[in-house]
């Protein structure tokens, strides 16, 4: 069985400050996707960044970083310098490596960022 | 940019009807799905479509739901009778190949059964 938990459930911070998204998962697949969606107050899923389980190198785009621990089963998502507009749902999510992309996805972290 | 695309936005209908949601998913996908999410909870995978059959469904799809792709073009989710416990928003995903690309998703149909 597949588990992706984000235990913060909601996270508040001031604008400019750095934030912290954490994600655990737990799977029994060898190789898998991990991904993380924002869900505007508009509701639509945005794709962010999929990641594999054969690359545990640190993602950097712009102002948002991914860090993926294999050893430790986390795929935590930072955003530097947080702006009013990052004010979001964060998901995080897991496939397997199956072919099809069924996603298992978190509880969500809401955002929100205050100017 | 190409884009899932789900219609309606919004709809409202009495405990017991039929509702179907629609999807028209990226052109040269072949991978399709409905996902849904209760308020203030986390998305769910309901079911995959792959060359005009299910390939994989959840528990929360049970018979009262089932989903067709009529025409080539549409995927489309139906569910036969509503219960209230079906308010939910319901998202089309749709994904290019067999191999782990991501899946787009559309923007959603908020159902809500009164």
């Known amino acids: 069985a597949q588990k992706v938990t984000q235990a913060q459930t909601e996270i508040s911070v001031v604008e400019k400050e750095d934030v912290t998204l954490d994600c655990v998962y737990e799977?029994?697949?060898?190789?898998?996707?991990l991904f993380w969606y924002k869900q505007p107050p508009s509701g639509e899923l945005v794709f962010l960044i999929r990641r594999n389980s054969f690359d545990e190198q640190n993602e950097i785009s712009g102002r948002y970083s991914w860090n993926f621990q294999k050893s430790t089963s986390s795929f935590n998502f930072t955003i530097t310098a947080s702006q009013v507009v990052d004010s979001a749902v964060y998901f995080c999510?897991?496939?397997?490596?199956?072919?099809?992309?069924?996603?298992?996805f978190g509880k969500g972290t809401m955002l929100l960022v205050s100017p | 940019e190409p884009e899932v695309t789900q219609t309606p936005s919004h709809q409202v209908t009495q405990m017991g009807q039929e509702v179907i949601l629609r999807c028209v998913p990226i052109s040269n996908h072949l991978y399709f799905y409905w996902y849904r999410q209760i308020l203030g909870q986390k998305v769910e995978f309901l079911v995959s479509?792959?060359?005009?059959?299910?390939?994989?469904k959840s528990e929360i799809f049970d018979d009262q739901f089932s989903v067709e792709r009529p025409d080539g073009s549409n995927f489309t989710l139906k569910i036969r009778s509503t219960k209230l416990e079906d308010s939910a928003m319901y998202f089309c995903?749709?994904?290019?190949?067999?191999?782990?690309?991501?899946?787009?998703f559309g923007q959603g149909t908020r159902l809500t059964v009164v």
């Open positions: 799977t029994r697949d060898t190789t898998y996707y």
């Open positions: 995903a749709s994904q290019r190949d067999r191999g782990i690309t991501e899946a787009f």
């Open positions: 479509f792959y060359n005009n059959e299910i390939s994989e």
């Open positions: 999510a897991l496939a397997p490596n199956s072919g099809y992309s069924t996603l298992t």
